[in-house]
């Protein structure tokens, strides 16, 4: 079956940076795109930005741009979303979420990790 | 730009329809096809119930559906049930390669 795993929470300082890695399993990774999505404490969903299928292009938010790296490793089957010179603002929940369809850009998701808990704080 | 328009609130009793509507602009809802709507119970992952404005992925109850009329995309729930308490977000595609989604909408049924 599909799985998205998720690292562990973490605790960072601000200005500091946060790598959050997403493993993938029970699908051919190559084929479909992930996206990430955060969710700040009692707030909404926000996009954050996608890496497409083998083809590998990538668009961000443009609240995240120069800020946001988004990278996979098709030997493991991981993705990963790193997010620079992080401010209190960036405490939230972070999402993976796999794009429905195939050779596809990933904007309809129907499986997601489990979330990764980003705590900034001094 | 901004996310799409969600009411904040809607509530039903046990039985009853409601409709939770979303609203975007003529860049996103009014240009494309592709609408989807989530789910999310406290302290889970969003779960997927309708996409492409209309279409239900397999698994979601058909008490689920979806419409979209000019830049208003709507989910409708008939015969709400408990489990249906729930944060609904609605999410479109936009002209500017990006990805909105709306502000959240909790349901509850009394």
Redesign the interface.
Known sequence: QVQLVQSGGEVKKPGASVQVSCKASGYNFSAYGI?W?RQAPGQ????MG?ISDHRRDR?F??NLQGRLTMTTDTSTSTAYMELRSLTSDDTAVY?C?RG?YKWE?P????Y????TLVTVSS | QS?LTQPASVSGSPGQSITISCTGTSSDIGSYN?V?W?Q?HPGK????MV??VANR?SGVSNRFSGSKSGNTASLTISGLQAEDEADY?C?S?SSI????????TRLSVL
Do not use: C, H, M, R
Not at chain 2, 45 to 48: H, I, N, S, T
């Open positions: 996206s999505v909404g969903l926000e996009w996608w668009q938010s443009q999402f979420a429905l850009l904007i309809d998701f129907d997601w990790g489990q979330g | 996310a592709y989807s989530y999310q992952a969003p779960k997927l996409y492409d992925p977000y999410s595609y390669n990006t990805l909105w989604f709306g502000g959240g």
